[in-house]
């Protein structure tokens, strides 16, 4: 190891990259070297990890990164456990980054006197090796034995604009950090406790894959797999949670992050072990009927494989139609509403109402006079077109529905969606819940 900063004394001195953490509406700043800030996990996200974590039972020990970029997740994790942390990071610059950081985070969280903060320490040095990283700490504390660690963190860097997001092209590689620390993990009843943050484009198959390496290490440890949204249908995390860091009852979870920082992460947990496959539901053709319920669901939820446990909180329909199973509108529809009556909930569909009309039309700047009629007939004032279209057709359509509707005396409010597989356009009108 080259180098131990401690967060409490390491100055800025030589970093120059900068930036306020968007997240944190801006009262954090975060130091970065070598373009690190790409890599950093937002402070929004890191935090509403680090209070799943808080749920758990974990063995006695440190919380360890062992490669801890620009330390944020690493920061988060010690200050809500109220642990002291061993960061590793290879990059010198990023190491020292990391400890300024630490020192931000228990600054801002008026926590630079605890304890937890006194003991925590980044080492620049290689994370895959675990007992060069836990000789330096004993020796830089004059332990008499082994530092115990009781959760590994593990995030490690992929390169930029790779097309496969091969697992061997991970810095530094799971199998190992495996290797390198599985002497070094304290155990509790579950095993270890390890969460590995992974890209949110894996397959199907390279999940399998990870879980083969680390049955290798540890055959049959409990697994959860954790997908993270911060909303727009898409997945910004994936990870696994291991040992006593996974939920034991549950194979996936799906956290959702709120718009703002004040409000708690909404978590949806269940699902099948990936082993049964990808959790993406049957599509199937049938052709929904007016006075139905139609549903845009959010697309990274779906991705989760956990939507029909989500459905199953909020509807009593034991039918419901998967018309869209992929791609950034998956559809179903039903015969009761949804009960989407908290904020929570609301996140998790894009659009959700009741089928008043349908038109066996091709949906066309020729024919939006033609469905303007139809809106009139069932006092429609304002209508949303999500039915896939060219981008320089959409906002021309959106317009026109616009102009006319404006003029008009409706009174409610409505989505159009096009039936996958035909040429109908569904018309739903939104009820409030
Ligand atoms: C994705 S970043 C981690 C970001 C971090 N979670 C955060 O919140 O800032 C991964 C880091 O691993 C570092 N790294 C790569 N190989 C390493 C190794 N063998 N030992 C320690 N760090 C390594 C890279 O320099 C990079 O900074």
Redesign the pocket.
Known sequence: MSQIFDPKTTSTNGLVEFSPDKTAGKELVFYHADE?QP???PWQV?LARSKLLTELQLPEGYIL??????????GAHIALLQRPGIG????PA?AQASAVNIQSIANYRNESTADYFAQTRILS????DGAVVCASIADHFQFQSMPSIAFLHL???RPRNSRTHGLNEM??RLDEVFQGWKKHLNHGPAGPSILL?LSPRLSHQQRLDVEAMVDQVWQGIARTWVWTSRGRGRIDRLALWLGGAASAQHARRFVRIPPTITEDAKVVSGGLPIKHGDGIPQQTQKTPQRGEYMTILDAALVESGLANDWISTVTKSDEITWNVVEGRRPQIHHQKPLRIDDENNRLMVQATGRIVALAHTKLMLETVDELVELCLENDISQLTVRAPLPPDIQPKIQGAFDRQLSRRHGRREAFLIQHSGSETLVICVVEEA
């Not at 590793?88 to 990059?91: K, P």
């Not at 040095?125 to 895959?128: A, E, H, L, M, P």
């Open positions: 690190g890599l950093a996990t890191a990164d062992c490669a801890c970029g620009s330390g944020i997740q690493l590793v990071e290879l990059n990023r040095g290689d994370g895959r995030d490690p860097a810095a530094p943050d």
